[in-house]
């Protein structure tokens, strides 16, 4: 009898512990395959933003959605070392019984204090479930919704603290793994907002472009909208090639890319110009030693002197393109695991509803 309860135990234990793997390994692979669609949607929707505004917003939405924040805000660290606010959700301002003209001018050149503070002053981040208890609570203005839950992300640029973004109000309040997504999300961020302030900064004055040019990590092209040939390039441009300046200008565009897909960007270009602008994603250079690399192409009509040429910027999305293999990796590894377990494995939605379930459940 006493062998015959140990095995009970023990096969109860057994249970206990594969239906705990069985719901992290659901929790992982949801969680996952959430971020890598979130990241793809932060890159696909901020090429269509026209501002910095917007795109910081798009972000914010994002974010709020994966975390179930009710709302949020990005801001950044400006030079008399004062925040300002660039996004602010709509559910924020909805909520907010302040007028908007006082409500506006608050966002701007604030004094770094209290809990969202902390955060940039700690250089890390933050989150608070009691905001009530918290030392350095200061309250909140007049009209203002309360803060029931808080979490706050640095946001860096160059290895530099740049800003940060805040969220606040889930309902179950944050943790750790909401922490994870949303720093994992502010590098997308970041790439997004600074490639948008470059775009503006570009269309300045020809003096500001030509700094800008020089110094910028993405790869610059200039060419003649009638010939298609390259007229000038930037550092950046030649360390992506693997040649020259001298060796480049005088290419056509087309010749950037792999010899196989000639006409493909033949076409493209042509596209390009007839529309003024164009974005187009997961394309190939070529480099000098024969490389493929993939690239994101943000192409302008841009006015230099008394000629209008088009500005190719070329983002080489190695990165991202490793990042993205990983998290399908994983994916596929989890889903692997979902697959062949002799446990019945689901996912369901937040209602209730079933999303997927294993072979073991199906056979069931």
């Not at 970041?190 to 990590?217: G, P, Q």
Request: charge should be negative.
């Amino acid at each position: 009898m006493k062998d015959e309860r140990n095995t009970k135990r023990q096969f109860k234990n057994e249970l206990v512990t594969s239906e705990g793997e069985r719901k992290r390994v659901e929790r992982r692979a949801l969680r996952q395959r959430t971020l890598l669609e979130a990241i793809n949607k932060v890159f696909r929707e901020t090429l269509r933003c026209e501002t910095d505004e917007e795109v910081a917003s798009t972000c914010l939405a994002v974010a709020q959605e994966l975390t179930g924040s009710q709302f949020g805000f990005i801001g950044e660290v400006n030079q008399a070392g004062l925040f300002d606010t660039i996004a602010l959700s709509d559910p924020g301002w909805h909520a907010c019984r302040m007028p908007r003209s006082d409500a506006v001018r608050m966002i701007k050149d604030m004094k770094i204090r209290g809990i969202w503070g902390t955060v940039l002053k700690d250089e890390q981040s933050l989150i608070v479930n009691h905001p009530d208890s918290h030392p350095n609570r200061v309250g909140t203005p007049q009209g203002h919704p309360s803060i029931t839950s808080f979490l706050g992300v640095l946001l860096k640029y160059g290895g530099k603290t740049f800003g940060m973004i805040g969220l606040a109000n889930k309902e179950s309040g944050y943790d750790l793994a909401d922490q994870q997504t949303v720093e994992t999300l502010s590098v997308a961020f970041m790439e997004a907002l600074m490639r948008k302030r470059m775009e503006e900064a570009l269309k300045e004055s020809e003096e500001k472009f030509r700094t800008l040019f020089e110094n910028s990590r993405d790869a610059i092209f200039i060419a003649d909208t009638v010939t298609g040939k390259i007229m000038d390039v930037n550092q950046a441009a030649c360390d992506l090639m693997g040649m020259s300046k001298a060796d480049l200008i005088g290419l056509h565009q087309s010749e950037l890319h792999p010899p196989d897909k000639t006409d493909e960007y033949r076409r493209l270009f042509k596209e390009h110009v007839s529309s003024g602008k164009a974005i187009t994603t997961d394309l190939y250079v070529r480099r000098a030693d024969g490389e493929l690399v993939p690239v994101d192409i943000s192409a302008s009509m841009v006015k230099m002197g008394d000629r209008v040429v088009i500005q190719g910027v070329f983002r080489n999305v190695t990165e991202r393109k490793h990042m993205e293999e990983a998290l399908r990796e994983s994916e596929e590894k989890y889903r692997r695991i979902f697959e062949t377990s002799k446990d019945v494995l689901y996912l369901t939605s937040r209602e209730g509803k079933f999303i997927d379930i294993n072979q073991a459940g199906v056979d069931l």
